[in-house]
T-cell receptor, first 112, second 112 residues
Framework: EAGVAQSPRYKIIEKRQSVAFWCNPI?????LYWYQQILGQGPKLLIQ????????DSQLPKDRFSAERLKGVDSTLKIQPAKLEDSAVYLC??????????FGPGTRLLVL | QKEVEQDPGPLSVPEGAIVSLNCTYS??????FMWYRQYSRKGPELLMY????GNKEDGRFTAQVDKSSKYISLFIRDSQPSDSATYLC????????????FGTGTQLKVEL
C-alpha cells in the first residue's frame, strides 16, 4: 500500500513570497490533516478535512495560510505572503476515520 | 502551561538497556493516547495506540496510561541502535479522526 505522498520535499523562499505544498493521501482515507512542525517541537494541527469539507481550521493563520481539498482526494496548502516564522516542516497525514493517522515525509520550508 | 509536557532529552543509553519515555498532560478529556516514532527527516510513524488507562504490549514496546495521574509512559526493552529516533506522545479527546495534541518529542540515541 502506497503511503502519503508530499511534494516538494524542500523549499527555500524569501519572506513575503508565496509557496504551495501538495499532498496525496492514502487511497480511501477520507480524513486529511496538515500539520506544522517547528524545529524542536511536536506537530501542530493547522487544518483537518473530512472528504472535501473542513472539520477544524482553528489554528490556521487565515490571513496568510489557505488550504483546499478538491474532489476529496489531493490537497494543497498555500502560504502567501510567507514570514520568517513560517520556517518549519509541513506534514500531511491521512486516516480512514480513527485516530490512526499516517504521515507523509513532510515538506521542509526555509524562509529567508 | 502546555497541554502536553514531554522531556525533550536528548537521552543516550547503551544497547540492550530499558528505556523509559514519559509525558504528562493537563486535559482530563483526553481518552486516546499514542506514541509516534520519528526518524530524522521523516514523518512520524504510529508505534502504539491505547485507549483510557492500562497497559499495552507489542514486542519490545509497552505503553502505560495512568489517567488518574495524567501520565503516560513508553518502555522499550532490549533497546537497539535502530531505535534511535525522536519519540512523540500524542493524545486526543475522541477517536474517529479527532484532533491530536502532540508533546515536543524526546530524542533517543541508543549507542553500541
Amino acid at each position: 500500500e502506497a503511503g502519503v505522498a508530499q511534494s516538494p520535499r524542500y523549499k527555500i523562499i524569501e519572506k513575503r513570497q508565496s509557496v504551495a505544498f501538495w499532498c496525496n493521501p492514502i487511497s480511501g482515507h477520507a480524513t486529511l490533516y496538515w500539520y506544522q512542525q517547528i524545529l524542536g517541537q511536536g506537530p501542530k494541527l493547522l487544518i483537518q478535512f473530512q472528504n472535501n469539507g473542513v472539520v477544524d481550521d482553528s489554528q490556521l493563520p487565515k490571513d496568510r495560510f489557505s488550504a483546499e481539498r478538491l474532489k476529496g482526494v489531493d490537497s494543497t496548502l498555500k502560504i502567501q505572503p510567507a514570514k520568517l516564522e513560517d520556517s518549519a516542516v509541513y506534514l500531511c497525514a491521512s486516516s480512514f476515520g480513527g485516530s490512526d493517522q499516517y504521515f507523509g515525509p513532510g515538506t521542509r520550508l526555509l524562509v529567508l | 502551561q502546555k497541554e502536553v509536557e514531554q522531556d525533550p532529552g536528548p537521552l543516550s543509553v547503551p544497547e540492550g538497556a530499558i528505556v523509559s519515555l514519559n509525558c504528562t498532560y493537563s486535559n482530563s478529556a483526553f481518552q486516546y493516547f499514542m506514541w509516534y516514532r520519528q526518524y530524522s527527516r521523516k514523518g512520524p510513524e504510529l508505534l502504539m495506540y491505547t485507549y483510557s488507562s492500562g497497559n499495552k504490549e507489542d514486542g519490545r514496546f509497552t505503553a502505560q496510561v495512568d489517567k488518574s495521574s495524567k501520565y503516560i509512559s513508553l518502555f522499550i526493552r532490549d533497546s537497539q541502535p535502530s531505535d534511535s529516533a525522536t519519540y512523540l506522545c500524542a493524545m486526543s479527546e475522541g477517536g474517529g479522526g479527532n484532533k491530536l495534541t502532540f508533546g515536543t518529542g524526546t530524542q533517543l540515541k541508543v549507542e553500541l
